[in-house]
């Protein structure tokens, strides 16, 4: 049994030292260079006294930053995750709550480092990457460390605008590894389309699977997923066969035509998971895939990355949601009405998580970590934690676990209590809208949809179909037409951004774009 993630590089630099471990397309690492690339860095920090503490590894996507993640995990350290494109303000935010002592970088990005000061020292990634390793020195922090001690922290939004860093062990990322490369039957063929980036929980799908079955990752080139074309003839040549994406990277494919006139040709599993994935941009992949699996994956970040799963083996209508699942191997779901177990189909209850996945809780945040990782209600004669994930679920008559909305989003608009996520699911449900966001206006009492969809789609078509399938209480009072949906660097549907254009006049600009959103209006109730 594995205590520590390093095993699974050790294991295939041994086994396959000539096969190319990632690679972006031009420039790669196979898995011997990857060993000894993060045996270097690693020597490298231990050697300036850095021990069991944060170390920014601050670097565009690449497979050298995949190095220095693992190097980062060699010297005894943990690994903090960001890169270029984060903005200066949230970088200025971590390292105010980390204070890290470390920081390794490349030229594009030494700059910001050194101007935030602070005392943290700035290393280049190249002099790291080529110190002669210490394989006794290295040897001895091996031999120190637990599956306890933490691997890296990533930092998501938190509900106060300050960034919350989670903290994983060894133990959870081993567990999950396993978990996840079991249930989506992951091997030595495996060809992984990385989407992505590297500062968030979702690489994980990819980076130690990689390593555990000596696969390839292809770090795919974030401007590829503006031309979804280019996109799929990349998969083509690559010949990538496995993607775990979020739906808004997906639907960009088969919303704009990509999937008839270039279909990816190699594909055997597809993955998704993060938000909803419209039914029918889902069925649109199937019927044109009908050979290849897809899993729906449900997790939160506090319990490592996905903890659920669902294999769609069945049809479903446009209508019809999917369902997230079962947990995998070694996690277990509550569904919990306050304290009290939810059981029967139908009935709603809180979603929260138990097992080896659950992270240690936020870094430097006691308060809220006891808040969110709490004792489980349903055992009193010994200490168990369980996450309590806010998201609220309900069980279907198959027993399969569906997701329904977010706790804290629900609006309350005239007495009546409104998910977003129903009006959302109704609106993708008219053929021609690949993505949609309703946000509430609290200053004026109104609800606000933003739908993406092409120009000859009107928008009083959008307004009789909702009035067809939502009581009069839930129609927007407003809706603008996107010519594609401001995502964050992940590729969730940005909410924050959309919320923070509304105006009196509901008439918004896509900010992402930098052009005027297309249709807006007004729609009587």
């Known amino acids: 049994m594995k205590i520590n993630v390093l095993e699974y590089l050790d294991e295939a630099a041994a086994a396959a030292p000539g096969k190319t471990a990632f690679s972006d397309g031009a420039d790669g690492l196979t898995f011997a ?23 920014v590894v601050f670097m565009p996507k690449s497979p050298q930053t995949v190095a220095a993640l693992f190097g980062v995990v060699c010297g005894g350290c943990y690994y903090v995750p960001l890169d270029d494109e984060t903005p200066r303000l949230r970088v200025e935010m971590i390292f105010e709550k980390l204070k890290p002592r470390a920081a390794i970088c490349v030229r594009e990005t030494r700059d910001m480092i050194k101007s935030l ?13 080529h110190t002669k390793p210490d394989g006794e020195l290295l040897e001895w922090i091996r031999g120190g460390a637990l599956d306890t001690d933490p691997v890296y922290t990533v930092f998501t939004s938190g509900s106060t605008g ?20 079991g249930a989506l039957g992951f091997d030595g063929e495996t060809v992984f389309g990385n989407q992505a980036p590297l500062y968030v929980d979702a690489c994980l799908k990819e980076l130690y699977p990689t390593l555990k079955y000596r696969a ?44 008839e006139k270039k279909p990816p040709l190699h594909l055997r599993t597809v993955a998704f998971g993060g938000e909803v994935f419209p039914m029918r941009q889902l069925n649109m992949w199937r019927a044109c895939l009908p050979e290849t699996r897809f899993f729906n994956l449900y997790g939160p ?34 569904l919990l009405d306050g304290d009290r177990p939810v059981t029967a189909p139908g009935e709603t209850g809180e979603i929260c998580i138990r097992g ?13 970590t006891g808040a969110a990782f709490t004792q489980n209600p349903l055992t009193s004669a010994y200490p168990e934690l369980i996450y309590r994930t806010g998201d609220i679920g309900r069980y279907n008559e198959r027993g399969e676990l569906m997701f329904v909305s977010r706790r804290d989003g629900q609006i309350k608009h005239m007495g009546h209590r409104i998910e977003p996520g129903e009006i959302e699911t109704a609106a993708m449900r008219l053929d021609g809208v690949t993505a949609a966001c309703c946000v ?10 933003y739908y993406a969809a092409p120009e000859e789609l009107k928008l009083s078509a959008l307004a009789s179909h909702l009035r067809a399938c939502l009581p009069g209480y839930m129609i927007p009072h407003a809706m603008t037409r ?44």
Not at 163 to 173: C, L, T, W
Not at 218 to 235: N, Q
Not at 358 to 365: N, S
């Open 162 to 181: 300050v960034p919350k860093g989670v903290v994983a062990n060894h133990r959870s990322v081993i567990d999950y590894t396993e978990a996840l490369s």
């Open 356 to 368: 080896a996945s659950l992270t240690m809780g936020y870094w430097g945040d006691p308060e809220r």
């Open 482 to 525: 996107l010519d594609a949906m401001p995502r964050t660097p992940n590729g969730k549907l940005d909410r924050a951004l959309l919320k923070s254009g509304l105006n009196n006049d509901h008439r918004t600009e896509d900010a992402v774009n930098g052009r005027t959103a297309g249709d807006t209006a007004r729609v009587a109730t």
């Open 301 to 334: 970040t506090e319990a490592t990355g996905m903890s659920c799963c669902f294999e769609v083996t069945r049809d479903f209508a446009h209508d019809e949601a999917l369902p997230v699942g079962k947990p995998f191997r070694n996690t277990a779901v509550l």
């Open 33 to 55: 260079q990857l060993y000894g690339a993060a045996r270097s860095i690693g020597t490298f920090l231990a050697k300036r006294g850095l021990s069991r503490e944060p170390v």
């Open 440 to 449: 509430y206006d609290e200053a004026h009492r109104k609800i606000v949809l």
């Open 117 to 129: 000061g602070g005392g943290c020292a700035v290393y280049d990634y190249e002099r790291a990457a």
């Open 216 to 259: 390839v990752t292809y770090l795919i080139p974030k401007k590829l997923f503006m031309f979804p074309i280019k996109l799929t003839e990349y998969l083509n040549e690559h010949k990538i066969n496995t993607i775990c994406w979020v739906p808004g990277a997906l639907t960009m494919i088969s919303g704009l035509g990509a999937l």
